[in-house]
């Protein structure tokens, strides 16, 4: 038999901005265990803004971020976006000889006859490109020019206003655990987790390391995943319940998850659980 409480369950969910796609999710988000959260566009804006750029080797800071936006030029990832603003000309695009987005990465390019990587230490790792020890606090874009490393943009994104107090109402509603994951770096990560309270965090996971900890953590245990991008959309299937953000989300995302909030108000969730609980179990 069907409760027939879920329908209304799922009615009032959609008054409140919260899409619901069966009954019986209402049922998973009554008695949640876990809920693990990406972090980019979904614990932070995703709206990344160039706050830093630093050159080595002799080449001007304009023409740092000059070629970064080049190769950046066919990207949508958030970090792209911001220095594609930040450098804030148009581009001629025939100057793009070869693109490549390389998942978790970065990008490598060919632009005006050289090689270019842009991207995270992981990705001038696999090209072996020697960089320095930065200190900068945020996410750290390197671009090599030719093998060679040219200088990095320093970007920063911000928490959601309010994510905290979500976190903390979680737990008082009876969530035991809460676990961020993240293709960002440590240091960003840790800062991140310790300013919202978050239990766990692990950090420079490629996508499939992503499916690979929620595996683990999953268990058998009631466990929710909330993310936004396309990467997350194998992770949203494979939650008991996935929930994408609506707003801002990738459209993989929002097709893959069984909850979407439809204004990336992460406030929702506590709606979510709240409503999920009134439900009244009328069965017929
Ligand atoms: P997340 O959404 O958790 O940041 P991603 O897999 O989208 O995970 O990105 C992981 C990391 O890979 C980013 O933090 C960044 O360091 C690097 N990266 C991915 N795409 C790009 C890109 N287009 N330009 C520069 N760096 C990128
Ligand atoms: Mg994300």
Do not use: C, Q
């Not at 060919?110 to 200190?135: A, H, Q, R, T, W």
């Not at 949203?236 to 319940?241: G, I, K, N």
């Amino acid at each position: 038999s069907i409760p027939l409480g879920y329908f209304a369950g799922v009615g009032a969910l959609s008054k409140h901005g919260v899409l619901v796609k069966g009954g019986n999710y209402i049922e998973v988000l009554k008695n949640l265990n876990t809920i693990i959260f990406d972090k980019t566009g979904t614990l932070t804006e995703g709206v990344f803004e160039v706050v830093e750029i630093k050159t080595y080797n002799g080449i001007s800071e304009n023409e740092l971020l000059e070629i970064a936006a080049y190769a950046e030029e066919h990207s949508n990832h958030p970090i792209a976006e911001s220095i594609k603003k930040k450098y804030g000309k148009t581009f001629d695009k025939s100057l793009i000889e070869h693109y490549e987005e390389i998942s978790g990465h970065g990008i490598k390019a060919k632009i005006k006859g050289k090689e270019i990587l842009v991207g995270n230490k992981k990705l001038m790792e696999k090209f072996n490109v020697k960089i320095p020890e930065i200190k900068f606090n945020g996410t750290i874009v390197f671009v090599s020019i030719n093998g060679i490393f040219a200088g990095y943009i320093g970007i920063s994104d911000k928490i959601k206003p309010g994510v905290k107090e979500v976190i903390k109402k979680l737990k008082k509603l009876g969530v035991k655990k809460t676990v961020m994951l993240t293709g960002d770096n440590k240091k960003v990560a840790e800062e991140v987790a310790k300013e919202i309270g978050i239990d766990e965090y692990f950090a420079e996971l490629l996508p499939g390391d992503k499916i690979k900890f929620f595996e683990k953590y999953k268990n058998g245990v009631s466990t929710a995943f909330v993310g936004d991008g396309i990467n997350d959309a194998p992770v949203l299937t494979r939650a008991d319940v996935g929930i994408a953000m609506g707003g801002l989300g990738s459209d993989a995302a929002i097709e893959a998850a069984d909850v979407v909030i439809m204004d990336d108000d992460l406030s929702k969730l506590i709606d979510s659980i709240k409503i999920s609980r009134k439900t009244l179990k009328i069965t017929w």
